[in-house]
């Protein structure tokens, strides 16, 4: 099954208030998740992949004997995971629940562009 994950920042919020959105969506389920957050890019992307990870945790019906496929369009974050590799420190714990979980649900982890990633770009539709 596909999934997709993202984050977004909004346009005109206030300094105090939360203007990052985690997001991600299931298109064939039609599922489609958005929530603010208070956090800077990479932690919302993070944020955005554990949320989704969590959301299969709690799931595993609508999941059982798929193969889950995830995309985002930050690269950065998927190589990190992809290749293990090491990331800001105060990333180091997202990045290990997000290997945790790939080793249980041994999803894929690939990249789409920001154009064709449901969960940012059709937010509003």
Request: charge should be positive; proline fraction near 2%; aromatic fraction near 14%.
């Amino acid at each position: 099954m596909e999934c997709f994950f993202g984050s977004y920042e909004r346009d005109g919020k206030d300094a105090a208030a939360k203007k990052m959105l985690v997001c991600f969506s299931i298109p064939k389920a039609g599922i489609v998740f958005k929530a603010p957050f208070s956090g800077e890019k990479m932690h919302t992307e993070y944020a955005s992949l554990l949320t989704l990870l969590e959301f299969i945790e709690m799931n595993q019906k609508l999941f059982k004997g798929k193969e889950i496929k995830i995309y985002g369009d930050n690269a950065e974050v998927i190589k990190q995971i992809n290749t293990t590799r090491t990331c800001h420190y105060e990333f180091s714990q997202l990045l290990k629940k997000a290997l945790d979980y790939k080793q249980k649900y041994n999803y894929s982890l690939g990249w789409v562009s920001s154009d064709h990633n449901p969960s940012t770009n059709q937010l509003f539709d």
